[in-house]
């Protein structure tokens, strides 16, 4: 949905935006051509090492700046002019582009790239065999003790207990055979690769149900081992103050666990957030998820942060669908930071008639 993120970033020539999920460059490539400068983040170093050389020019010319760091942690990069002690444990640099002020618009695509899962040394697919690895970071992250560093995929098949496995496949895969599929790997293990352990997760369910089960079981793996949900809500949290009014915020989502997230925070604000929270998050989500209740209980009488462009979600086209089929569970949600020094809310460009066509 190329044409659709552009429309409603509402890419103009000089503006900045922040790509929050640079992959393989494509969004970041489109705002450029455009005319906008980014403000890129990722922080899997193979994607950044490609996407850099698709994107070379506009680097060389300052249009472009890339950090190596989670979009979660976009607000100590564009928000501070002058190095502070949380970029420099994050290991990055203040925003060149943003200069310590609000920007234009941020995209985020919180999608795996067709890239890391067909790389199959990183351990996201159940198509061929690899190491069970999922990390998104491969273990090069500042922050990262020696024990998140090892929190892998193979970590949690070979040493939580059943009932730890069991409810992270229902939660995070909404996998209705979890304790079954829990009870057929501790009794495996050890499992060592992603080969592994699709025979016994294909061992323990019917043919039809073969590839949706295998599908939602890596999903949950990949959404635990990388702390999508908690990096999602942490973003969230505080990306209001990175817009600057009448700036778009798009987002991109895969899967109900996201969408709802993305849904609720743009109708009701970071309040809404302790509401959709896992009951099985990890503990850095737990833990900042409560610090998100106390500040959510100051704001939660604030005017709202955000006007919603699309009513309803934005799905890819079936021409789309049928060229892309990796496309076919996006959603598309579009908001516009509240100018709150004018009387109208509306949003400011004519898109918000032709987001509402679903």
């Given at each position: 949905m190329l044409e659709e993120c552009?429309?409603?970033?509402?890419v103009q020539p000089g503006k900045v935006f922040v790509d929050g999920t640079l992959g393989?460059?494509?969004?970041?490539?489109?705002?450029?051509?455009?005319?906008?400068?980014?403000?890129?983040?990722?922080?899997?170093?193979?994607?950044?090492?490609?996407?850099?050389?698709?994107?070379?020019p506009y680097l060389e010319s300052g249009q472009l700046e890339i950090h190596q760091t989670n979009f979660r942690h976009m607000r100590h990069v564009l928000l501070a002019a002058q190095e502070t002690k949380a970029q420099r444990l994050l290991g990055v640099k203040p925003s060149?582009?943003?200069?310590?002020?609000?920007?234009?618009?941020?995209?985020?695509?919180?999608?795996?790239?067709?890239?890391?899962?067909d790389e199959r040394r990183r351990g996201f697919s159940f198509d061929g065999d690899g190491p069970l690895d999922m990390r998104m970071h491969q273990g090069r992250t500042p922050l990262a003790t020696e024990d998140q560093d090892d929190f892998t995929a193979e970590y949690i098949i070979n040493r939580w207990n059943e009932e730890d496995i069991a409810n992270l496949l229902f939660y995070y895969g909404d996998e209705g055979q979890s304790r079954r599929l829990a009870r057929a790997i501790v009794h495996a293990r050890p499992l060592q690769t992603t080969r592994d352990l699709e025979k016994v997760l294909s061992a323990s369910v019917s043919g039809k149900d073969r590839q949706k089960t295998l599908a939602r079981c890596f999903q949950a793996l990949r959404i635990r081992v990388n702390d999508e949900l908690g990096a999602l809500e942490e973003c969230l949290r505080h990306i209001d103050a990175c817009v600057q009014p009448t700036g778009r915020l798009v987002i991109m989502s895969y899967h109900s666990l996201e969408d709802r997230r993305v849904k609720h925070y743009l109708r009701s604000g970071v309040e809404a957030?302790?509401?959709?929270?896992?009951?099985?998050?990890?503990?850095?989500?737990s833990s900042s998820s409560s610090s998100a209740s106390g500040a959510a209980s100051t704001r939660s009488k604030a005017a709202p942060a955000w006007t919603i462009v699309t009513k309803k979600a934005v799905v890819p086209t079936e021409a789309e669908q049928e060229t892309n089929r990796r496309s076919r569970?996006?959603?598309?949600r579009c908001a516009e930071r509240v100018d709150t020094s004018?009387?109208?809310?509306?949003?400011?460009?004519?898109?918000?008639?032709?987001?509402?066509?679903h």
């Open positions: 552009m429309a409603h970033l509402n393989g460059g494509g969004h970041t490539h489109e705002i450029l051509k455009r005319g906008g400068k980014v403000i890129a983040f990722d922080q899997d170093p193979d994607a950044i090492a490609r996407s850099s050389l698709l994107l070379r060149r582009l943003a200069k310590g002020q609000p920007i234009d618009g941020v995209l985020l695509d919180l999608g795996i790239s067709s890239h890391q899962i957030l302790q509401f959709a929270a896992s009951p099985a998050s990890s503990s850095s989500s569970s996006a959603k598309l004018s009387a109208s809310s509306k949003p400011s460009n004519s898109s918000t008639k032709r987001s509402q066509r």
